[in-house]
């Protein structure tokens, strides 16, 4: 049976709006297709530069890394960088020629301990050869550390020979000052000693004599006694001592003093403070009992002294002030010098002994403004110091 007229329109129709949907769909995919080029064009391109980017800055990188290694070998201190797990990672030559046996991948405090003597402070290392190394660390963001080491052997051996060049001019220059100071004693002992000889002396005036020269050979041997403390004053073996014990120590010495001069006496020592430091406590007893002489022979009967000791983990401070006269400010450098004296009988070197003993542990010796009205000297000491033993470092420390 055939197609009649209107079914064949129909069909016609239907084909045409499907040949126009596919022509639609055909034109919309091919436009689809252009702006998917476009884009995959686009994310090319951007690719490309951006691998020529990274290629600059590895470029870059790898050009600092060869200058960084060019300096590292050219560098006169030695350079160790430690990893996080506390191993060697990389070195230059200086650091493997003070340190033989250095290699990578190595643990780092176990090369260290096999060349180190002592660390005789933070960042001052003593090695078994006798070299003297400076040393600073720096912590990096992966737990390990980067170490610098100065060899100053040869520069510590220069700044000695000028500090005994130093020593050895000022004491030829104090020789000479003795000499002047002991010859009046001398002179007067001499004479009374000729007079002694005479027959028609009574015996009163015998033992006057005798006295006279008995007390001008004491002041010679004081002169000589602080002399000897004075150019001895820098060397000494420290061992650790309790600050507030020498003070207690001095006290009891001058005790009799005190009382027979009828003299107050103020304690402020601070029993909280740790008061340990590393020094001769011999010498500081000396010092201690040189600064309350001084207050008791200048303040006189009656007078107040106070005693003032405070720390803290830096450093001890200890003061010594009295209600006497007090010290001209024009004097208050003069009183340290040798031989300086404002007493008849002094010899001038007891101060220069105490600041001598007290610089060679480290610290100060000053006068200063009391609140007493008197005299008053301030010590300053460092506190001993509590470095952890060279053995005993961690993953990634110094």
Same mark, same amino acid.
């Given at each position: 049976m055939g197609m009649s007229t209107a079914q064949s329109l129909d069909t016609s129709a239907s084909l045409s709006e499907a040949f126009h949907a596919f022509n639609e769909a055909s034109a919309q995919l091919a436009e689809a297709y252009g702006r998917l080029e476009g884009q995959v064009a686009r994310l090319a391109a951007e690719l490309a530069q951006s691998r020529v980017a990274h290629s600059g800055e590895r470029q870059e990188k790898r050009q600092l890394a060869d200058r960084l290694s060019a300096l590292l070998?050219?560098?006169?201190? /030695?350079?160790v960088l430690v990893d996080g797990r506390g191993r060697v990672d990389r070195f230059n030559p200086v650091a493997e020629g003070l340190f033989p046996g250095l290699s990578w991948g190595r643990r780092w405090h176990e090369v260290r301990d096999e060349h180190l003597a002592s660390q005789v402070a933070d960042g001052d290392w003593l090695l078994r050869d006798g070299r003297h190394l400076s040393v600073s660390a720096r912590e990096l963001g992966d737990g390990g550390s980067i170490l610098l080491m100065i060899d100053d052997t040869e520069q510590r051996a220069l700044e000695e020979r000028a500090r005994r060049q130093d020593r050895l001019a000022d004491m030829g220059e104090m020789a000479a000052q003795l000499a002047h100071q002991i010859r009046t004693p001398l002179a007067t002992a001499l004479l009374y000693g000729g007079q002694l000889a005479r027959p028609e002396l009574s015996d009163a005036q015998r033992r #006057?004599?005798?006295?006279?020269?008995?007390?001008?050979?004491? &002041?010679? %041997?004081?002169?000589?006694?602080?002399?000897l403390a004075f150019s001895r004053g820098g060397q000494f073996q420290p061992v650790p001592v309790q600050l507030r014990s020498l003070v207690e120590h001095a006290l009891d010495t001058l005790h009799p003093r005190f009382q027979a001069l009828h003299t107050e006496l103020i304690l402020d020592i601070d029993e909280q403070i740790d008061d340990g430091l590393l020094g001769n406590g011999d010498a500081l007893i000396g010092v201690i009992t040189n600064l309350?002489?001084?207050?008791?022979? &200048?303040?006189? %009967?009656g007078a107040c002294i106070r005693v003032e000791l405070r720390g803290? /983990?830096? %450093?001890?401070?200890?003061?010594?002030?009295?209600?006497g006269p007090g010290i001209p400010a024009d004097l208050r450098r003069q009183i340290f010098d040798p031989f300086f004296t404002t007493r008849e009988r002094g010899t001038?070197?007891?101060?220069?002994?105490? #600041?001598?003993?007290?610089?060679?542990?480290?610290?100060?010796?000053?006068?200063?403004?009391?609140?007493?009205?008197?005299?008053?000297f301030r010590v300053i000491l460092p506190a001993s110091a509590r470095n952890e033993a060279p053995g005993a470092s961690h993953q990634g420390e110094a």
């Open positions: 070998e050219v560098l006169p201190a /030695a350079v #006057q004599f005798a006295a006279t020269l008995v007390e001008g050979l004491k &002041h010679t %041997e004081r002169l000589v006694a602080d002399m309350l002489e001084n207050a008791l022979d &200048h303040a006189g %009967e803290d /983990a830096r %450093e001890l401070r200890l003061r010594v002030e009295d209600d001038g070197l007891g101060l220069a002994v105490a #600041q001598s003993t007290v610089l060679a542990h480290g610290g100060s010796l000053e006068a200063c403004d009391s609140a007493l009205g008197g005299a008053c």
